[in-house]
């Protein structure tokens, strides 16, 4: 059984299923703000504005040419200081990744408590894998 060279890489850089496994990871700013950059996964995403905020969802921002993602699981959150009423964990809500101009997709994020929506918090560290693919829905 061979291992690849480094398996504690979050970017996995492997090519799956005609995709690259990317895992994403952040630092929430002050307030649960978004972050101006990335951990990990951040060659992925617009330089500019990697990830942007509204509410309780984050929107990342894809840098073409990827044009599909498919998230492998929930995002995790490791609360900069635990409360049962923070942000626990978070889902895919919303998926524009099958576009040329502007690929995104958006993770909302929700209370452990009672499963409510919730910002996330300053310092919350966020962990997101995703399957993206260069290859546009309905093409052959």
């Not at 929430?28 to 504005?49: E, H, I, K």
Request: net charge neutral.
């Amino acid at each position: 059984m061979s291992f690849p060279p480094n398996p504690n890489a979050f970017d996995l850089e492997t090519n799956i299923n005609g995709g690259r496994l990317v895992t994403f990871v952040f630092t929430a700013g002050t307030s649960g703000a978004a972050p101006s950059a990335m951990t990990r996964g951040g060659q992925y995403l617009d330089a500019t504005t990697p990830i942007t905020k509204s509410t309780n969802d984050y929107v990342f921002n894809l840098k073409g040419p990827w044009y599909a993602m498919a998230p492998i699981g929930m995002a995790q959150v490791k609360q900069a200081s635990f409360a049962a009423s923070g942000a626990c964990y978070g889902s895919v809500q919303a998926d524009s990744s099958n576009s040329t101009t502007a690929p995104t997709f958006t993770v909302s994020f929700y209370k452990g408590s009672d499963g409510t929506a919730v910002a996330l918090a300053a310092g919350d560290v966020v962990t997101l894998t995703v399957e993206l693919t260069n290859t546009k829905y309905g093409a052959q």
